[in-house]
Nanobody, 118 residues
Framework: VQLVESGGGLVQPGGSLRLSCAASGFTFSSYGMSWYRQAPGKERELVAA????????NYADSVKGRFTISRDNAKSTVYLQMNSLKPEDTAVYSC????????????WGQGTQVTVSS
């Protein structure tokens, strides 16, 4: 099982980035996917989530209207489009796959650094 994030980097305030998380080794289309982030000295927080079919999404209040989560089940990839980035968006962003079948099954990626700074 692998979740590999990419697309992070350094961007100026107001800029955009698109994160990708490529999955392998499990039935991607059966799992809900989400993006989390953790800034230095802070707890990890849920940024956005999308259902297995892509039919429903939810977002942290801090990113609503700026970030969009999407998925392509044919490519086993989930995306996070981040617009109007702010310095407080600086964090390590990780993707998570989760499914409840008798118990929770979850997988995590290694994370990708996003730094918003002028």
């Amino acid at each position: 099982v692998q979740l590999v994030e990419s697309g992070g980097g350094l961007v100026q305030p107001g800029g955009s980035l698109r994160l990708s998380c490529a999955a392998s080794g499990f039935t991607f289309s059966s799992y809900g996917m989400s993006w989390y982030r953790q800034a230095p000295g802070k707890e990890r927080e849920l940024v956005a989530a999308i259902a297995s079919t892509g039919g429903s999404t939810n977002y942290a209040d801090s990113v609503k209207g700026r970030f969009t989560i999407s998925r392509d089940n044919a490519k086993s990839t989930v995306y996070l489009q981040m617009n109007s980035l702010k310095p407080e968006d600086t964090a390590v962003y990780s993707c998570r796959a989760a499914r409840f079948l008798y118990t929770w099954h979850e997988y995590w990626g290694q994370g990708t650094q996003v730094t918003v700074s002028s």
